[in-house]
Nanobody, 114 residues
């Protein structure tokens, strides 16, 4: 069955960096686009970034463009989100999403605070 396991979240100071990982299994990862989403407390879940199957086409939400980088390793079946210049408003639960079967990971918490 499909499994998406996120890791890499944590507490970081404003201006800091984190790299999230999403390890995928149960489907042919290299064939499908993937995406990262986030949900802050009291707010709706929103798209952060998405990437096509081969990794050469990406799209970002305006709020993270220039600060976050989405990538994937189709040999390791893993997607990444490199986050830099983090701001308190980036605080949220970050989810990996497989659109092909509308499957969500369990999420990893990112907290940006001094």
């Amino acid at each position: 069955q499909v499994q998406l396991v996120e890791s890499g979240g944590g507490l970081v100071q404003p201006g800091g960096s984190l790299r999230l990982s999403c390890a995928a299994s149960g489907f042919t990862f290299r064939n499908y686009p993937m995406s990262w989403h986030r949900q802050a407390l009291g707010k709706e879940r929103e798209l952060v970034a998405e990437i096509n199957s081969s990794g050469d086409i990406t799209h970002y939400a305006g709020s993270v463009k220039g600060r976050f980088t989405i990538s994937r390793d189709n040999v390791k079946n893993t997607m990444y989100l490199q986050m830099s210049s983090l701001k308190p408003e980036d605080t949220a639960l970050y989810y990996c999403f497989f659109p092909g079967r509308k499957y969500w990971g369990q999420g990893t918490q990112v907290t940006v605070s001094s």
